[in-house]
């Protein structure tokens, strides 16, 4: 065994299999675990997805929302033991790999329309 075997082994070990198919323009809500002081707690995360990069145990999505005016985004790891629950809310339309061009849109222009040919 050479040593990219032994790390795609390793790897192995730790990739989530109950993870839901996740495409960009999707809206999902992430269920964060959250340390308080000995206790964990999930706080939910809903926004869109814009991203989504890399593969297998590096496999990130990016979130935005916005949030009293304010767009904030996330970037999370799946296959994190932080991630608690991954949800898709509903499916987007889009033409597009990333939606970088959402940070410039204000309002009712940042909607995205709804696919309904993919199942939740």
């Known amino acids: 065994m050479n040593a990219q075997e032994i790390i795609r082994s390793i790897e192995a070990e730790h990739l989530k299999s109950n993870l839901p198919q996740i495409y960009v323009g999707d809206t999902v809500k992430v269920g964060v675990k959250i340390k308080e002081g000995e206790k964990y707690r999930v706080q939910p995360y809903e926004g869109v997805v814009i ?5 297998g145990i590096n496999e990130t999505i990016t979130v935005r ?4 005016g304010v767009g904030v985004e996330r970037v999370f790891l799946l296959h994190s033991p932080r ?8 499916r987007g339309k889009v033409r ?3 939606l970088y061009y959402l940070r410039g849109r204000v309002g009712k222009a940042t909607r ?3 696919r309904f040919d993919r199942a939740l």
């Open 96 to 98: 597009r790999a990333k």
């Open 51 to 55: 991203a989504m990069r890399n593969g």
């Open 112 to 114: 995205i329309q709804q």
């Open 65 to 68: 929302k916005v949030f009293q």
């Open 83 to 90: 991630i608690d629950s991954i949800k898709i809310i509903r």
